[in-house]
């Protein structure tokens, strides 16, 4: 996967869950098929029972799915839409299959149609979707996004809008990304700014639909709308941000996720990165040494 992106362990379900564990991880972020490809083989109940088992007996808490990068639910073109329908529908299934409580989405591009024609297409892709799995083990978390090109959900008022545009808004959450929300022109750097940014997003959308966070810096500029993470206390964001967000009673139960970038052979940067964010904790100078092995999986809150 390329760096800054979420990585998904390609070698059996039990695998991400160990490889996560080993570093002390809580929870992780996978994805439950390839991320550049429709298709996806069947799930075979062996890795299914795995997965289940080693998640159970490693203590991850929780599992979070990130959906694949080829989906856009607010496509202006029919195809794409419908194949974006069917694609998401299938990653859903996949995750209360496996026992995953959500599903990040990326809300989408409206390629030139407008943010109305985006919010209200996107709110019948949900519709669909819910209309065609009308169980509530997973559940989708719109991502907030930086606002790259005719990207929607960089405003925290466009993922409001759209869930309340859907038919079961009780149904859908929402990811905070620390370097999406900041690029597009959230503050959070200063006490006064980050309690600023959080009653916006607490009044909009609410802390009660927030499903994850995703704990990433900036190597751009504030309000630069460009997707692009580094490392914590590396970038644009700084130290203090994350010291903030860190001890925020609010996050206590919410999984954070590292979507910083990785090298393919080695946890020695997500290591450093848990270690970093553990170290701002209040009253914590750190945790127990862990062995970096080779892992794909984010994690949060060792």
Same mark, same amino acid.
């Given at each position: 996967?390329?760096?800054?992106?979420?990585?998904?362990?390609?070698?059996?379900?039990?695998?991400?869950?160990?490889?996560?564990?080993?570093?002390g991880c809580t929870a992780i972020q996978v994805f439950t098929k390839s991320n550049h490809q429709w298709s996806a083989r069947p799930l075979p109940e062996e890795e299914v029972v795995r997965f289940r088992t080693e998640r159970a007996r490693r203590g991850i808490g929780e599992v979070v799915a990130h959906d694949s990068y080829l989906i856009n639910l607010c496509s202006p073109d029919n195809v794409l839409y419908e194949k974006s329908i069917e694609?998401?529908?299938?990653?859903?299934?996949?995750?209360?299959?496996?026992?995953?409580? #959500?599903?990040?989405?990326? =809300?989408?591009?409206?390629?030139?149609?407008? @943010?109305?024609?985006?919010?209200?297409?996107?709110?019948?892709? $949900?519709?669909?979707?819910?209309?065609?799995? =009308?169980?509530?083990?997973?559940?989708?978390?719109?991502? #907030?996004?930086?606002?790259?090109?005719?990207? $929607?959900?960089?405003?925290?008022?466009?993922?409001?809008? /759209?869930?309340?545009?859907?038919?079961?808004?009780?149904? *859908?959450? /929402?990811?905070?990304?620390?370097?999406? *929300?900041?690029?597009?022109?959230?503050?959070?750097? #200063?006490?006064?700014?980050?309690? @600023?940014?959080?009653?916006?997003?607490?009044?909009?959308?609410?802390?009660?639909?927030?499903?994850?966070?995703? +704990?990433?810096?900036?190597?751009?500029?504030?309000?630069?709308?460009?997707?692009?993470?580094?490392?914590?206390?590396? !970038?644009?964001?700084?130290?203090?941000?994350?010291?903030?967000?860190?001890?925020? =009673?609010?996050?206590? #139960?919410?999984?954070?996720?590292?979507?910083? =970038?990785?090298?393919?052979?080695?946890?020695? @940067?997500? +290591?450093?990165?848990?270690?970093?964010?553990?170290?701002? /904790?209040?009253?914590?100078?750190?945790?127990?040494?862990?062995?970096?092995?080779?892992?794909?999986? !984010?994690?949060?809150?060792?």
């Amino acid at each position: 996967a390329a760096p800054g992106r979420p990585h998904v362990d390609r070698r059996g379900g039990g695998q991400a869950i160990e490889r996560g564990a080993s570093i002390g991880c809580t929870a992780i972020q996978v994805f439950t098929k390839s991320n550049h490809q429709w298709s996806a083989r069947p799930l075979p109940e062996e890795e299914v029972v795995r997965f289940r088992t080693e998640r159970a007996r490693r203590g991850i808490g929780e599992v979070v799915a990130h959906d694949s990068y080829l989906i856009n639910l607010c496509s202006p073109d029919n195809v794409l839409y419908e194949k974006s329908i069917e694609s998401c529908l299938l990653e859903l299934r996949r995750c209360e299959t496996l026992g995953n409580e #959500t599903l990040v989405v990326h =809300p989408g591009g409206h390629m030139g149609q407008g @943010e109305d024609f985006a919010m209200r297409r996107l709110a019948a892709a $949900i519709d669909s979707i819910h209309g065609r799995m =009308p169980g509530r083990c997973a559940s989708i978390a719109l991502e #907030t996004m930086a606002g790259q090109g005719t990207v $929607i959900g960089h405003r925290f008022e466009q993922i409001a809008g /759209v869930i309340a545009l859907t038919r079961d808004p009780d149904r *859908v959450g /929402v990811c905070f990304d620390t370097c999406h *929300v900041f690029a597009a022109g959230y503050d959070l750097r #200063t006490r006064a700014t980050y309690d @600023e940014t959080m009653r916006g997003f607490d009044s909009e959308i609410g802390f009660a639909r927030l499903r994850a966070v995703h +704990v990433n810096d900036s190597k751009k500029e504030i309000g630069s709308r460009v997707d692009r993470h580094e490392h914590i206390g590396k !970038g644009f964001l700084g130290l203090e941000a994350f010291r903030l967000l860190m001890n925020d =009673p609010r996050l206590e #139960t919410v999984p954070l996720l590292l979507e910083t =970038p990785k090298d393919e052979k080695t946890l020695k @940067e997500d +290591v450093e990165n848990l270690d970093r964010l553990i170290g701002l /904790v209040a009253g914590r100078a750190g945790r127990r040494p862990v062995k970096a092995e080779a892992t794909e999986a !984010g994690g949060s809150r060792p």
